[in-house]
Antibody, heavy 116, light 111 residues
Framework: QVQLVQSGAEVKKPGASVKVSCKASGYTFTSYDINWVRQATGQGLEWMGW????????GYAQKFQGRVTMTRNTSISTAYMELSSLRSEDTAVYYC?????????WGQGTLVTVSS | QSVLTQPPSASGTPGQRVTISCSGS????????VYWYQQLPGTAPKLLIYRNNQRPSGVPDRFSGSKSGTSASLAISGLRSEDEADYYC????????????FGGGTKLTVL
């Protein structure tokens, strides 16, 4: 069965960077894009961008351009999302999701807390 | 401020039919498919409707989606207590260099 398993919670100081991983199983990793979506506590879903695991091509939401980097390691079927220059407003749960036109499978989420 | 507009809340009693609206523009809903996601408390979102009105396997036919012009709706019939959740609409937006946009979410309460 398709599964996306994300790395554990992180606590970071303002100005630092965080890198969240998303390990895929149960399907061919390079056949579907991976999207990243975040959700602040009590807030809605916010799309961050996509990555094609086959080519490495990416597309980022304008809001995160210059601060986000999405990469992958195809040998271990894992996608990564790195967000830099963290500020308190980046405190949120970060989700990866498989993109089949829709977002049909989601990871369990990774809580990133930014606090001094 | 979300690109797609949803009512913040909706409610109904068991057995009732409720609808949740999602309003957009010509660059998103007007020219692309609409998707709906259900998020139960403390869990990741789950795909509920894809391509405006298609249900993934396992989603009950009590859930249905529709689209007209620059608006879309999610209807839930035979409301059940386990339907209490947050619901989000989503679409691609052609005006934002190819960005996926979400509605602000609607919290559905089953009274």
């Amino acid at each position: 069965q398709v599964q996306l398993v994300q790395s554990g919670a992180e606590v970071k100081k303002p100005g630092a960077s965080v890198k969240v991983s998303c390990k895929a199983s149960g399907y061919t990793f390079t056949s579907y894009d991976i999207n990243w979506v975040r959700q602040a506590t009590g807030q809605g879903l916010e799309w961050m961008g996509w990555m094609n695991p086959n080519s490495g091509n990416t597309g980022y939401a304008q809001k995160f351009q210059g601060r986000v980097t999405m990469t992958r390691n195809t040998s271990i079927s894992t996608a990564y999302m790195e967000l830099s220059s963290l500020r308190s407003e980046d405190t949120a749960v970060y989700y990866c999701a498989r993109d089949f036109g829709d977002l049909d499978y989601w990871g369990q989420g990774t809580l990133v807390t930014v606090s001094s | 401020q979300s690109v797609l507009t949803q009512p913040p809340s909706a409610s109904g009693t068991p057995g009732q039919r409720v609808t949740i609206s999602c309003s957009g523009s010509s660059s998103n809903i007007g020219s692309n498919y609409v998707y709906w996601y259900q998020q139960l408390p403390g869990t990741a979102p789950k795909l509920l409707i894809y391509r405006n009105n298609q249900r993934p396997s396992g989603v009950p036919d009590r859930f249905s989606g529709s689209k007209s012009g620059t608006s879309a709706s999610l209807a839930i019939s035979g409301l059940r207590s386990e339907d209490e959740a947050d619901y989000y609409c989503a679409a691609w937006d052609d005006s934002l260099s190819g960005a996926r946009v979400f509605g602000g979410g609607t919290k559905l309460t089953v009274l």
